[in-house]
């Protein structure tokens, strides 16, 4: 199906959407599986002034615990923002959405992972990392980097 570009200057209104009628520019919510983009909805907004944190976090290997907490810096907006974050991890960037696989080996009879989470306060930026695992000196300590966009809107 071929996609359409509208724009009414006297609604006001823009659309991007799969284009058969003009039904998903009109009633956007009755059509949401051709709607692409509309000017209806509130979109959560990324901007270039918007706070941007690099880092590198380092997985232990030598630490025997399961749960840790990795504080990767101030997000410098007022209240808690909406933050995307990714982690760089085979060759590849990963959303970090949800609880993310990082590492994983294999011991004799049983598959090890470590995870991390994204999560934020009304200040800093986190990342907690999980492991199924109690893993002292199981593997060497590795560095993943990580990138976190936080938004300009808040909760």
């Given at each position: 199906m071929a996609m359409r570009f509208r724009a009414d200057g006297t609604i006001p209104r823009?659309?991007?959407?799969?284009?058969?009628?003009?039904?998903?520019?009109?009633?956007?919510?009755?059509n949401l599986s051709r709607v692409k983009f509309h000017t209806d909805f509130d979109y959560i907004s990324f901007n270039s002034g918007a706070p941007t944190i690099n880092t590198t976090v380092t997985?232990?290997?030598?630490?025997?615990?399961?749960?840790?907490?990795?504080d990767i810096g101030a997000h410098g907006t007022a209240g808690t923002p909406f933050c995307f974050g990714r982690v760089f991890v085979s060759g590849a960037w990963q959303p970090l959405t949800g609880t993310v696989p990082v590492i994983q080996f294999v011991s004799p009879g049983e598959t090890n992972l470590i995870c991390f989470n994204l999560a934020v306060s009304s200040t800093r930026?986190?990342?907690?990392?999980?492991?199924?695992?109690?893993?002292?000196?199981?593997?060497?300590?590795?560095?993943?980097?990580?990138q976190v966009y936080v938004s300009r809107q808040v909760a």
């Open positions: 823009a659309a991007i959407y799969e284009a058969s009628d003009d039904a998903p520019f009109s009633a956007p919510r009755s997985v232990n290997g030598s630490d025997g615990h399961y749960q840790f907490t990795h930026v986190y990342i907690i990392e999980t492991r199924s695992f109690n893993s002292s000196g199981a593997f060497p300590s590795t560095a993943l980097s990580v």
